[in-house]
């Protein structure tokens, strides 16, 4: 889900070298060069591959767990700046998380600090 939503405005060397470098952090026994190559798959997602996988997530990852998904993700795409398609694309997937618009409002409050 990080790969497809930093991937929204086009997946940067340093949003994939973040995924990987996290992922491979947690995950040791995969190696960084086959997690690049999981980044570009998931970047790459169609409509329908994102949609199972969030149904995937929906079935197994309790509320906060999706809300963490969502700020790591937003995390990972502001690396190289968020555009309109990202923050859209956040908005979306947050949807089909099923974290509602407020939560969602709040988790990229979080992450630039605009708390009042």
């Given at each position: 889900m990080r790969a497809y939503i930093c991937g929204m405005d086009g997946l940067s060397d340093v949003e994939k070298e973040a995924i990987a470098t996290e992922t491979n952090d947690w995950c040791p026994?995969?190696?960084?060069?086959?997690?690049?190559?999981?980044c570009d798959i998931g970047a790459k997602f169609t409509e329908q591959e994102a949609q199972e996988t969030i149904d995937r997530v929906n079935e197994t990852y309790p509320t906060e767990a999706r809300r963490a998904l969502l700020l790591n993700a937003l995390?990972?795409?502001?690396?190289?700046?968020?555009?309109?398609?990202?923050?859209?694309?956040?908005?979306?997937?947050?949807?089909?998380?099923?974290?509602?618009?407020?939560?969602?409002?709040?988790?990229?409050?979080?992450?630039?600090?605009n708390v009042n």
């Open positions: 026994s995969l190696s960084k060069t086959a997690l690049r190559d999981l995390c990972g795409a502001s690396l190289d700046g968020l555009d309109i398609k990202e923050i859209e694309g956040f908005n979306k997937v947050a949807k089909k998380l099923k974290v509602d618009a407020a939560t969602a409002s709040q988790i990229y409050d979080l992450l630039f600090l």
